[in-house]
């Protein structure tokens, strides 16, 4: 580009200078052979009144009279040209190139005519009797004896002669100023063009988005002005691409890690965007951009949405089910894009997966109607055999002590699913307080196996703790630790068979130690692991109730392992057992 436009000054320039060149040495020529003609003209009249002179003071000193055809010999030696005289009829008296008598009569001629009236007379024509181009110039004269016209004739070729060596000189003055002018132009031009190609490269550079380049254009002049104001339009380019740049990053960056799904759909009905939300959620794979909807969004109701919305042009909110999802509920909000009151056929998709929420709603219904089960249960039951008691008395010793006895255990059931719900609840509402000390988990857990012994015995169960003999020391609470054991243990008692063996298990290791229950019990199916840690799940919920399980225990578990800043896990076979593992880090 920047050649192009150098060679196109240059050329300008070499124009323009052709051009005024040909004029100027056209114009210089033309006014040369004027003003040449017009002296040759004038020196030519001279000499012939020089010659009229001459015939007029013809007769020498001596008396004797010299002839015309002399005068004319005499006059054309010193002009060097052709002389005539010819008289007032036209006849020739006297020609320095040719006999007078050979002569035809010349006051036809419109020099000789015009000199014949008294005025000087000035022809170019073609001579019969010398076979040339001639310039012919005449004047009257008169020597009392005669009058007639004087003319003088000039070969026209030496006229041309001199005519083509003005030509030459004016053409090689013309051809040296011409180089000189070539030479001035490439000295010249790019001074011109430098600052014109400058602005073209900074003009090229900010295309390219390099928004920061500035000219160094210093003058008044209009170049001047452009480079100014080009550097005022960069500057605010650059800085309001700057203010978008942030705007679209904080944009991005929101429409990214937001956990709603969004996408745009253009009017002609492909994608023009979607978060990494709606991608995961809609399973959109790559390369989705540019492709129509109904080819990259699998859910069918979710279409049906699209397509109302497009026609209505209002905006539709439904929970649907994302079956690509494994059964994902999302909660879906269509809204046709409006700007001005006009709809711009773009639709906006806004997608939120409301699985989680929808199963803590059903984990809260469920809550709310087992615990009205669990407490009405034991209420039932004492309000039952209190009131047989009052309807029969205490005649029947025997049946009021085994009446007495059942409200007394069902009121300690209900009292121990009151404290599980206020433990339960103390520790999700507020941080617990831990008493942080050295402890020696080996020991520990051999005393709380031993403990537990006790109840497991009463079904016939054995717990087996490999005591170590050695110490295993870990920074915690102590009570704590011993909760959670404890409940790991009896929900292993309440789920185990009669005769079969608990296992209490340490595992140590440079920054973790793991707490094992293992029992070998039913086991749980591989569907219910996910939600045994929910406050009154159950596995087998008759089996439960039966045994005096609240399916509050795993619960309370959960949560203090994560106020130690723990990790519970479990695995189970079924027919085989289940496996419960604390892991506790040292500090």
């Known amino acids: 580009m920047n050649k192009s436009y150098h060679r196109k000054l240059f050329a300008a320039f070499l124009a323009t200078i052709l051009v005024l060149l040909v004029l100027l040495s056209g114009l210089g020529y033309f006014q040369f052979t004027t003003y040449y003609l017009h002296n040759l003209?004038?020196?030519?009249?001279?000499?012939?009144?020089?010659?009229?002179?001459?015939?007029?003071?013809r007769t020498q000193a001596d008396g004797v009279k010299r002839s015309y055809q002399d005068i004319c010999l005499t006059a054309a030696r010193d002009a060097l040209t052709r002389v005539t005289i010819i008289d007032s009829q036209g006849i020739v008296l006297g020609d320095s190139e040719v006999s007078p008598g050979q002569l035809d009569n010349h006051s036809s001629r419109p020099?000789?005519?015009?000199?014949?009236?008294?005025?000087?007379?000035?022809?170019?024509?073609?001579?019969?009797?010398?076979?040339m181009n001639m310039l012919y110039v005449a004047v009257p004269f008169s020597d009392g004896e005669n009058s007639g016209a004087v003319r003088m004739a000039m070969p026209l070729a030496d006229l041309q002669d001199i005519y083509k060596n003005a030509l030459l000189g004016i053409l090689g003055i013309g051809l040296g100023c011409g180089i000189l002018a070539l030479i001035l132009s490439f000295l010249v031009i790019p001074y011109f063009s430098r600052p014109i190609l400058e602005i073209a490269a900074a003009v090229q550079d900010m295309a390219g988005g390099n928004y920061s380049r500035r000219i160094s254009v210093h003058s008044d002049d209009e170049l001047g002005v452009l480079a100014h104001a080009f550097n005022n339009m960069g500057q605010h380019i650059e800085q309001n691409l700057?203010?978008?740049?942030?705007?679209?990053?904080?944009?991005?960056?929101?429409?990214?890690?937001?956990?709603?799904?969004?996408?745009l759909i253009g009017h002609d009905g492909r994608l023009i965007y979607a978060n990494p939300a709606a991608v995961a959620l809609l399973g959109l794979g790559e390369d989705f951009i540019g492709?129509?909807?109904?080819?990259?969004?699998?859910?069918?109701?979710?279409?049906?949405?699209?397509?109302?919305?497009?026609?209505?042009?209002?905006?539709?909110?439904?929970?649907?089910?994302?079956?690509?999802?494994?059964?994902?509920?999302?909660?879906?909000?269509?809204?046709?894009?409006?700007n001005n009151g006009v709809s711009s056929q773009d639709i906006l998709l806004v997608l939120n997966d409301i699985t989680e929420m929808k199963r803590l709603e059903q984990v809260r219904k469920d809550f709310v109607a087992n615990v009205s089960h669990e407490l009405k249960t034991p209420v039932s039951a004492i309000s039952g055999f209190a009131e047989t008691l009052l309807d029969e008395g205490i005649s029947d010793q025997f049946n009021a002590v085994e009446f007495t006895r059942i409200i007394y255990d069902e009121a300690q059931r209900l009292t121990h699913l009151i404290n599980s719900l206020l433990t339960l609840s103390k520790l999700e509402s507020e941080p617990v307080s831990l008493n942080m000390q050295i402890i020696d988990l080996n020991s520990l857990m051999a005393t709380t196996a031993a403990r537990m012994n006790n109840l497991a015995g009463l079904k016939n169960i054995t717990i087996n703790y490999y005591?170590?003999?050695?110490?295993?020391?870990?920074?915690?609470?102590?009570?704590?630790?011993?909760?959670?054991?404890?409940?790991?243990?009896?929900?292993?008692?309440?789920?185990?068979?009669?005769?079969?063996?608990?296992e209490l298990i340490l595992e140590e290791s440079a920054d973790r130690v793991i707490i094992k229950v293992k029992d070998h019990g039913t086991g749980i199916p591989a569907a219910e692991?996910?939600?045994?840690?929910?406050?009154?799940?159950?596995?087998?919920?008759?089996?439960?109730?039966?045994?005096?399980?609240?399916?509050?225990?795993?619960?309370?578990?959960?949560?203090?392992?994560?106020?130690l800043h723990g990790q519970i896990a479990v695995e189970s076979t079924i027919g085989t057992g289940t496996v419960f593992s604390v892991t506790l880090f040292k500090q």
């Open 41 to 57: 003209e004038s020196r030519l009249a001279k000499e012939a009144y020089l010659t009229a002179d001459m015939a007029r003071y």
């Open 111 to 131: 020099e000789v005519y015009a000199a014949l009236h008294g005025e000087t007379g000035v022809e170019i024509r073609y001579s019969d009797t010398l076979d």
């Open 242 to 263: 700057h203010q978008i740049s942030e705007v679209k990053n904080r944009l991005e960056a929101i429409l990214s890690n937001t956990v709603n799904g969004i996408m």
């Open 291 to 338: 492709r129509n909807y109904t080819e990259s969004i699998a859910a069918y109701e979710l279409l049906c949405m699209i397509d109302e919305a497009k026609v209505s042009l209002q905006s539709i909110k439904r929970s649907i089910v994302l079956h690509t999802r494994g059964g994902n509920i999302a909660e879906a909000n269509v809204v046709p894009i409006i």
């Open 467 to 502: 005591d170590r003999g050695e110490a295993a020391n870990l920074k915690s609470d102590p009570e704590l630790i011993e909760q959670i054991m404890i409940n790991l243990l009896d929900n292993a008692i309440k789920y185990s068979s009669e005769g079969n063996i608990i």
């Open 529 to 563: 692991l996910p939600r045994i840690f929910e406050r009154f799940y159950r596995v087998d919920k008759a089996r439960s109730r039966k045994t005096g399980g609240s399916g509050l225990g795993l619960a309370i578990v959960k949560h203090l392992v994560e106020n």
